[in-house]
């Protein structure tokens, strides 16, 4: 949909690629996940690898209004103004999936404040295995489960390990002290999401966030080739 | 006009950012004045006869086509706290989003372009009323049984109540909305001849001093 050609001033619709002003807006990426899986741990380290190369921002969705959004400041992993958290009404599945509003206006007011942006990294807050990111809000998303959630969560499925764009399985370090099979791990969810990339990640490990980051790095460029 | 129109927009599932306020029960919850079913009921019928009845009037106006940058300067004057103004702005500029992709109309352009972060909800529903071919009663009736919807949908939230009790305290309030509804509209409808001062000025001091409080809470569920 494009309502707003005759109005370029005021734009209204979620999915356009294109800012107000003719250019190519930022591409945004979600990343969801059930609690504590690592999903706020895995933007910070992917705002201290990309910060230097990419101009990018964060939205937040918290349960609790801005717990994530706090951790990210104190941790200074980006400016403050870069970092916006929206209020979700303890359902952050719903700002994220069923009525996107809140977060597209805090989209549109990061390009405001501190654009023109290249990357806008949306973290929803810790929710359940169905949830999932409108397209309306995201080019692309991420979903964290982590080894310590238990082995059979690739196997059990769900929309957000079956169909997003990257499964992130976080926190592989724990493995051996948790009894989760990463082999039978990488197996189940190679047949729940076929040729769909999946990421074995361990933030506290040498490597850390560098595959996942490429990852958003390739993204990027696909996006702005489209232009 | 098409009726089913009206239940498009009066649906909870409409996406204008509602789900995220509690419409002040947040506060009252912890405050210890909402505890169960019938303090719900009772918080539900006040704030009905004060900024549900200022809501709907404004918004019956808005529908009649009355001008609404001074019916957002009324709307101002008719919300003495700054947190419920805020609130009110940034679910106009939602609702204006979710207006302008269903019911595409120069009048909502036009508002938005002099609101860019938004205009008080009340007149942007009256606005997307008239843009979706409905009259002033039924943007009345969506802004007035949003004013008790929204405080019930969050309490079962916040205390675990019973859905099926909360639903049915709404239910019992549909005669009082009725009421409301029309001295709303004939509110509305003195505005062409008298101004916005016709407009019902009913003000509820609880919900405007709790709006306050609950916006400076560290940790909180709703947004208001």
């Not at chain 2, 001074?70 to 609130?87: F, G, N």
């Not at chain 2, 002099?114 to 969506?142: D, M, N, S, W």
């Not at chain 2, 004013?147 to 049915?168: E, K, Y």
């Amino acid at each position: 949909m494009h309502l707003d050609h005759s109005h370029p001033a005021t734009p209204a619709v979620s999915a356009d690629a294109h800012r107000p002003d003719g250019t190519r807006r930022a591409v945004r990426i979600g990343l969801g996940g059930p609690v504590g899986s690592g999903k706020t741990a895995t933007v910070a380290a992917l705002c201290r690898a990309l910060r230097d190369e990419l101009s990018l921002a964060v939205v937040t969705n918290d349960i609790y209004t801005r717990e994530d959004a706090e951790f990210l400041l104190r941790e200074a992993v980006l400016p403050p103004e870069r970092i916006t958290a929206v209020e979700t009404g303890a359902c952050p599945h719903t700002a994220i999936r069923d009525d996107i509003s809140a977060n597209l206006e805090a989209v549109e007011d990061l390009e405001d404040a501190v654009g023109p942006l290249d990357l806008i990294l949306l973290e929803s807050g810790g929710d359940n295995l169905t949830a999932t990111f409108s397209k309306g809000l995201v080019d692309a998303q991420i979903f964290v489960i982590d080894v310590a959630g238990g082995d059979d969560i690739p196997r059990k499925g769900g929309p957000g390990v079956t169909t997003a764009d990257l499964l992130v399985v976080n926190k592989t370090d724990l493995a051996p002290y948790v009894g989760s099979d990463l082999a039978r791990m990488a197996a189940d969810a190679k047949a729940a999401r076929g040729e769909l990339p999946v990421v074995f990640q361990s933030l506290r490990g040498e490597s850390g966030v560098a595959e996942v980051a490429g990852w958003v790095r390739q993204r990027h460029a696909a996006w702005t080739a489209q232009a | 006009m098409s009726r089913a129109a009206l239940l498009v927009l009066a649906d909870g599932r409409f996406p204008a950012g509602g789900h995220a306020h509690s419409g002040g029960a947040e506060a009252a919850v912890r405050a210890g004045r909402i505890t169960g079913v019938a303090d719900l009921a009772d918080f539900c019928r006040g704030r009905l006869h004060t900024a549900g009845l200022v809501a709907a009037a404004l918004a019956g106006a808005a529908a009649l086509g009355r001008d609404p940058v001074e019916l957002d300067a009324a709307a101002d004057a008719r919300t003495p706290s700054p947190a419920l103004r805020l609130a009110a702005r940034k679910l106009g500029r939602q609702l204006m989003r979710a207006a302008r992709a269903t019911w595409p109309a120069p009048e909502l352009d036009a508002l938005a372009r002099e609101f860019p972060k938004g205009a008080h909800q009340p007149v942007v529903l009256g606005l997307t009323a008239r843009a979706a071919g409905l009259g002033p009663e039924e943007a009345a009736y969506c802004a007035a049984y949003e004013s008790v919807s929204g405080p019930a949908t969050a309490t079962v939230r916040l205390l675990s109540l019973d859905p099926f009790d909360a639903t049915a305290v709404l239910a019992r309030l549909a005669p009082e909305l009725d009421q409301v509804v029309e001295r709303a509209v004939a509110a509305a409808r003195r505005v062409a001849a008298e101004g916005v001062d016709a407009l019902p000025a009913c003000s509820a001091p609880l919900l405007e001093i709790a709006a306050e409080a609950h916006a400076a809470w560290p940790v909180r569920l709703f947004a208001s």
